[in-house]
Every structure is written in structure tokens, then in C-alpha cells.
């Protein structure tokens, strides 16, 4: 098997996935709240002042436990019944206001879309991440709402073509259909997909979408806690409950690299699927297409690689993820047709003017450069040491150091670090590195370009990724391709990696690399 299935959702037993929209794809969930709070606290000022009651304004509790999850009218409905208030029904195309169940319900839907306009839909970044990953594994996607602005939130999302099925509040409406708690909503959404009950996986936010999922007897009904109601969703029957999507993935473990499969395992995994499969490939430089040299400048890429790097280019997707300035790689390299991600991910170029510079790695160049002033003034003097300033990063090099110095250059770093926000060091092949203490490393640089080049509706089990990387830098690329591709270590940097395959040296880079040329 070239593709694991150790997840909590195994593609082994599971062939659809239902997720709900808000609180579990799109952060639309605190708008919805945002939007009944004003409403209700609107009507319940002016009850309590024609009833000479005292005020209780609405409260989270109110709308979890009322209105998370259900078709408006209805949570309206329960919300006021709470409240011992009864209002007349009215009608669905009543003028929002306090007179009616559904003028209250309308007018909380004129207030949230324009929440909506004003500050656009956010979509959690595990949600779009796992939507990706789930269709390259295969799964069948189908996204439900109790709105009937469920097609319009999603499409301002742009993710409406990843869904294979979706269900909202105007099917409730034509089909008929009962809202949450009730599990008609995820079975129809179940039977569209053409899956059984007994294959299809919900994922929900809210206790009604638990207990529906449980009503309907699906194979898996699982719990997102985007707000620390976990327990409140366990206790409502969910079968496992996450605080992340990403928890659902497959997870890679560590392996000792003397138990990881070779070359010669992976070209016979390769020559099973290539000729289905389109490939696309992520190199690093340093060590993976160059080997490791005592000085960075010295590390070139010969005229014969070149020209095979080429070639792969003109019939495969080929990006390289490098530490060194994108600017710096990309010049080594030298082909127009590749992408590069340079300072292990941050800074980001190439065809049709693709571009990408974290948002937070400019933010911090002012304190790399305090860093960098800090650095030439205690440890220039150190025999072998090199500094490289990088655009959004600092290396300093200690292959060429004595070794009694290179625990002075890790604590000098980290005192370093103690006085200057915003930084972290991180380690690699004889170099400690300065960056930005921000959550983006080469594999967030993997998924971002994969999402860049193939929209999700374009992903499919035909896609086959593979990453290949020397560094402790890599692991993290390593750990984002699991479950979707193929990883390998080149070298070693230690006993353990969550690579699948390792490679002994470069010559086996080449040696697969000529292999994908004649393969097409």
C-alpha cells in the first residue's frame, strides 16, 4: 500500500464523509450568534419593558443549547419557549421585527448577512486543509446547513465545487424534510451520494447534529469543539470528538531508518501506479539535489542535473522547498518552469506569476535584524562559525566549528531569542536557524502550493504527491504528505523519521528522476 488509512476515518470502511457548514467548515457559526444576540437582546428589551418583567439578555448557553444547529424558525421557536413567551407563527415572508416567530427569525437574517457583507466568510484553515486531503484520498463530500443561505456563504468561501452533494434549508422546505436533532437531513444528504448509512461518516459541531447523526445509525458520528463543548458532545452520544480536523487525518509516526523502505521498495511501488497517476514532486535542494557541503556557496547544481530537472519539469509539477532565500535557490537552479519556496516556506514564487509571502514574515525582519546585530557581536569571533542573513530568517552555520563551541552558539541563541519576541530557533545539519515563531514551516509551504496549483475539485486519488528532503526541516513536509503521498529521507539526520522510503544519497534522487522521464 502505498497510502496508509491509520485514521480515525478509514477510506477502508468509510466512503463518504457529511460535514456540517458552520462551526465545522466555515467560522460562520460566531456570525450566526453575533447576529441572534442582537435580535434577541432587541426584542427581549422591549418584552420586558411592555411586561414590566426584568431584562435577561441572551447568553451563549441560549444559543447553544437552542439554536446551534437547528433551521431558524424553529430555534426561534425553542428559544422563546424557553422564556415561557409565545408569539404568533406568522409567516416566512413576514417584515423582520418582534411580532411574529418569523419576523424575529427574519430579522436575524437580514443582521447576519450584513455581518456577512461587512466581514466576509472565514473558513477554518484545518477545514480547507482536510477537504483537500479527503479528496485526494477519494472520499465522497457532502456539506449540510439548516440555512438557505448555505450555497451563498459557501460560494463566497469558494468551496462550493468541493462538495459533491450539498443540502440546505430549501430542501428542508421542498423535500420536506425535519431539521436537527432529527437525522433527515444527513440521510438524504447520505442517499444523494448514492453511500449507505453503514459507510458514511458525520462530522458536527453541535449537539442536535450529534444526535442526529446517532438517530440516523451512521457509521461514525464525530464531535468538532471549536468551543470547548467537547464534553458536552461526547455526552451527546459522539463516537470520538476532536478540537481539530486535522486530528482526523492520517497521523505519521516515527520511524527508525533502519526499518524505512528503500529505493528499490519504492520503485516497485512506483511502477504499480505511475501509469494511473499524474505525479507531482517536491525537492529540496541542500543534500536532496545537491549533496552537503562545508559551505553553502559551494553547494551548485551541475549542467547534467540541470538538464534532468528540466525535463522532469516539461512532464511533471516540480517545486522546490528550500531554507535558502527563495531569490538565492531560484537563481542556483535557474529553470523557469519549476515553483520555489525559499526560507523553508515563507516566501513563495512561480509560474503565471504565482506569489506568496506570509503575512506575519514581514512583520518580523525588523527583529531579525536586532537578532542579526546581537549575533556579529557575541559570536563572530567563534573559529568557523558562518551567519547568513536571510530575508526572513538567520542561519548560523557550525559545520566548520569546534564542537566544545557549538553548545555556547545554541544558548547564545536562545538568550537572544529570551530578549527579542517573535522569534524561535529551530535546528537543522550542523546550523541553528533564527525565523519567525510563527505556525508555517515547508510543509504548510506543500499544502498551500497544492491548494494554489490543483483546486479542490480537481484532486483525486489519480494525483500522487511526493516530497523528497535530507533536513529535520523536512519532517514537517513529511508529516503534511501522509496519508495523501510518498515521502522519502535522503541521508540521515538522526535514527528516527516519519519518512516511508530513504534513500542512501543524491545518485538515488537522480536515479528515480530518471526513471519519471522515461516512465512518460
Avoid at 45 to 66: A, G, I, V
Avoid at 130 to 143: E, T
Avoid at 339 to 345: D, L, T
Wanted: glycine content about 6%; hydrophobic content about 40%; proline content about 4%.
Amino acid at each position: 500500500m502505498l497510502v496508509t488509512t491509520m485514521n480515525t476515518i478509514d477510506r477502508n470502511s468509510i466512503d463518504t464523509i457529511i460535514l456540517d457548514l458552520d462551526g465545522v467548515i466555515t467560522d460562520t457559526a460566531s456570525l450566526h450568534e453575533q447576529a441572534w444576540k442582537q435580535t434577541f437582546d432587541a426584542f427581549l428589551m422591549e418584552h420586558s419593558q411592555k411586561t414590566d418583567q426584568r431584562f435577561q439578555p441572551f447568553t451563549h448557553s441560549d444559543y447553544l443549547e437552542h439554536l446551534d444547529g437547528k433551521p431558524r424558525f424553529q430555534g426561534a421557536e425553542d428559544f422563546l419557549r424557553s422564556r415561557d413567551i409565545e408569539l404568533p407563527p406568522g409567516y416566512r415572508d413576514d417584515p423582520s421585527g418582534f411580532y411574529t416567530v418569523s419576523s424575529i427569525a427574519n430579522h436575524k437574517t437580514r443582521l447576519y448577512f450584513q455581518f456577512i457583507d461587512s466581514q466576509g466568510v472565514s473558513v477554518f484553515p484545518d477545514a480547507r486543509t482536510m477537504l483537500m486531503k479527503w479528496k485526494i484520498q477519494g472520499y465522497k463530500l457532502a456539506l449540510i446547513s439548516s440555512s438557505k443561505s448555505c450555497r451563498y456563504i459557501i460560494n463566497r468561501a469558494g468551496l462550493e465545487s468541493a462538495f459533491d452533494v450539498i443540502v440546505d434549508g430549501n430542501d428542508l422546505v421542498t423535500m420536506k424534510l425535519k431539521g436537527k436533532p432529527h437525522p433527515d437531513m444527513l440521510l438524504y444528504a447520505a442517499e444523494k451520494t448514492g453511500s449507505p448509512y453503514s459507510r458514511t461518516a458525520i462530522i458536527e459541531d453541535a449537539v442536535s447534529g450529534i444526535e442526529a447523526g446517532k438517530s440516523g445509525h451512521f457509521a461514525l458520528t464525530i464531535g468538532v469543539a471549536r468551543t470547548g463543548s467537547a464534553q458536552q458532545l461526547a455526552d451527546s452520544g459522539a463516537d470520538k470528538v476532536v478540537f481539530s480536523l486535522k486530528e482526523l487525518g492520517v497521523q505519521a509516526s516515527l520511524r527508525n531508518i533502519n526499518e524505512v523502505q528503500t529505493f528499490n521498495h519504492l520503485m516497485e511501488d512506483l511502477f504499480s501506479v505511475i501509469a494511473l497517476k499524474k505525479c507531482v514532486l517536491f525537492f529540496d535542494y541542500d543534500g536532496t539535489l545537491t549533496p552537503i557541503v562545508e559551505r553553502p556557496e559551494n553547494a551548485t547544481l551541475s549542467s547534467q542535473s540541470r538538464e534532468l530537472l528540466e525535463r522532469l519539469s516539461k512532464k511533471y509539477t516540480v517545486s522546490i522547498i528550500s531554507g535558502r532565500d527563495r531569490a538565492e535557490v531560484q537563481s542556483l537552479v535557474n529553470i523557469d518552469s519549476l515553483y520555489y519556496a525559499g526560507n523553508h516556506g515563507f516566501d513563495i514564487a512561480g509560474p503565471a506569476n504565482t506569489s506568496y509571502i506570509h503575512p506575519s514574515a514581514k512583520i518580523v525582519q525588523p527583529y531579525l535584524s536586532r537578532a542579526d546585530e546581537y549575533i556579529s557581536e557575541s559570536l563572530s569571533s567563534i573559529g568557523g562559525i558562518l551567519i547568513e542573513r536571510k530575508r526572513f530568517s538567520i542561519a548560523v552555520h557550525y559545520r566548520l566549528v569546534n564542537p566544545r563551541d557549538v553548545e555556547t552558539i545554541g544558548k547564545e541563541l536562545a538568550a537572544i531569542c529570551d530578549v527579542i519576541n517573535g522569534l524561535k530557533i529551530t535546528s537543522g545539519k550542523k546550523v541553528f536557524e533564527l525565523q519567525p515563531d510563527i505556525e508555517w514551516n515547508k510543509g504548510k509551504a506543500v499544502l498551500w502550493l497544492i491548494e494554489k496549483l490543483f483546486p479542490i475539485p480537481s484532486l483525486s486519488p489519480n494525483t500522487l504527491f511526493m516530497y523528497l528532503g535530507d533536513d529535520i526541516t523536512d519532517e514537517d513536509a513529511f508529516r503534511e504528505i501522509e496519508g495523501i503521498g510518498l515521502s522519502v529521507l535522503v541521508g540521515s539526520h538522526g535514527s528516527m523519521t516519519a519518512a516511508k522510503y530513504h534513500f542512501d544519497s543524491v545518485t538515488q534522487v537522480y536515479s528515480l528522476i530518471n526513471t519519471l522521464i522515461s516512465l512518460k
